[in-house]
C-alpha cells in the first residue's frame, strides 16, 4: 500500500530523528538509504545522515548548494521541506516477517526494498516535475531527492514492514538547475505506485523464497499464514475500526482521518527483542518458525505465464470501460498490476 503525507514547516525533527546514528545503533531501525537521481547528482549515496538530511529539507545540498529558490511568504507560512510516501507490505508479508530466522527476514526485506525503489523509479519517470516561470508556466521532467528509511513496526508494536521514502521539495531539472516539486502528480500517480509495488513485491516473493500468493482483491496476500495471526498483529486496525463503528464513519477517508487521530507516540523498541516476543506469539497460536520455514524451504521461484499477463491486461480493459469512457495509461497500469499480482509479473 502507498499513503502520501505532506510535511509542514516543523514535522522535519521527526525524519531527522531517524537518522540520528544513535537511532539505528540501539537497535531501533536500519539506518536510511540516499535514493534518487537528484541524490545521485549531488554524491549523495548510501546511509543518510542527520545534517546532510537536515540541509536539505531545508534547501541547500552538500558545499552549500542551492536546491532551487527559498520562497518566503508574509503571512507567516514556511516552506514545506517535502512529502512522505510511505509503502508498507500486505499484513501477511509482514506476519511471515516476523516468525522467520533471519536469513529469510534479510530476504524478505530486500524483496521489499527492491519494490520500493521499482515504484519510486515509476514515480521519478512518470510524476517528478518542476515548475518554473511566471505562475510556473514552464514544466520540466526531474530527478528526485529521497531518504529512505525502513521500519517494521506498527506504532501498537505490531510487525509492520514499511518504509517511509522522504521526498524532499528539491528537484534537478534536465538543464542541471534545482526547483521545487510539482506535488499533484504524485498524488495523481498515488494508486498506480502502489499496485506496481506491490506487484513487484509479489514478484520477489515468489522469485526469492518460491512463496505462494493469493489474491486478495486490489492485492495479494501470503498463502497458508493463519488468519488468526494477522487478526493477532492487527491491532492498529482494530482501533481504527472501533473509531469508526463509535463515530458511525466509514469508507477510506474516515479511515484515514481516524488513523491519524487515534494513533499514539510511537515508541522506540530494538527489533530483536520484538522478534522474541512475535514469535512467541506465533507458536502460541500454532505458527511459529518451523511453519514459517516449510513456507520458504523450497526457495524455488514460480514460472510466470506470458498468456496470463496478456489476460490480466484484457480484464483490466473490460473493466475500465464498463465503469467509464475513457482510461489513461496510469489506469491500465494500475488495474493490470491490480489483477494480476498473484502471479508475480515484474
Not at 543518510?48 to 534547501?59: D, P, Q
Request: proline share 3%.
Amino acid at each position: 500500500m502507498l499513503s502520501i503525507a505532506a510535511m509542514t514547516g516543523g514535522q522535519e525533527s521527526y525524519y531527522l530523528d531517524l537518522a540520528r546514528e544513535d537511532y539505528y545503533l540501539e537497535g531501533g531501525e536500519p539506518p536510511g538509504q540516499w535514493h534518487g537521481r537528484g541524490a545521485e547528482a549531488l554524491g549523495l549515496r548510501g546511509t543518510v545522515e542527520k545534517e546532510a538530511l537536515g540541509s536539505a529539507l531545508a534547501g541547500k545540498g552538500p558545499r552549500g548548494i542551492s536546491l532551487g529558490q527559498v520562497q518566503s511568504y508574509s503571512d507567516g507560512r514556511v516552506r514545506q521541506p517535502g512529502w512522505d510516501l510511505t509503502f508498507s507490505a500486505p499484513k501477511s508479508v509482514s506476519v511471515l516477517w516476523s516468525q522467520c530466522d533471519r536469513r529469510t527476514r534479510e530476504l524478505i526485506q530486500a524483496a521489499h526494498a527492491h519494490a520500493v525503489r521499482e515504484a519510486l523509479g515509476y514515480l521519478e519517470d512518470s510524476a517528478a516535475v518542476s515548475r518554473r516561470g511566471k505562475g510556473g508556466e514552464t514544466v520540466d521532467r526531474a530527478g528526485l531527492l529521497i531518504a529512505l528509511f525502513e521500519h517494521g513496526t506498527s506504532r501498537a508494536q505490531d510487525p509492520q514492514l514499511h518504509t517511509h521514502s522522504v521526498v524532499v521539495n528539491a528537484s534537478l531539472r534536465e538543464d542541471g538547475s534545482w526547483g521545487a516539486v510539482r506535488s499533484r502528480d504524485f498524488y495523481q500517480h498515488k494508486m498506480t505506485a502502489g499496485a506496481l509495488y506491490r506487484s513487484e513485491l509479489a514478484h520477489q516473493l515468489r522469485d526469492r523464497l518460491g512463496l505462494a500468493l493469493v489474491q486478495e482483491r486490489a492485492w495479494f496476500e501470503i498463502a497458508d499464514v493463519p488468519k488468526v495471526l494477522i487478526e493477532r498483529f492487527s491491532t492498529r486496525r482494530t482501533e481504527i475500526e472501533a473509531a469508526l463503528a463509535e463515530h458511525g464513519r466509514s469508507g477510506a477517508q474516515a479511515s484515514e482521518f481516524f488513523a491519524k487521530t487515534t494513533r499514539e507516540v510511537k515508541a522506540h523498541v530494538a527489533r530483536e527483542g520484538l522478534f522474541a516476543t512475535w514469535q512467541g506469539i506465533g507458536e502460541g497460536l500454532g505458527f511459529g518458525m518451523s511453519e514459517a520455514s516449510r513456507l520458504t524451504r523450497s526457495g524455488v521461484g514460480h514460472p510466470t505465464d506470458p498468456q496470463s499477463l496478456d489476460q490480466a491486461v484484457a480484464r483490466a480493459t473490460t473493466d475500465l470501460l464498463g465503469s467509464q469512457s475513457y482510461f489513461s495509461e496510469r489506469d491500465l497500469l494500475r488495474k493490470t498490476a491490480e489483477l494480476s499480482q498473484a502471479e508475480g509479473f515484474t
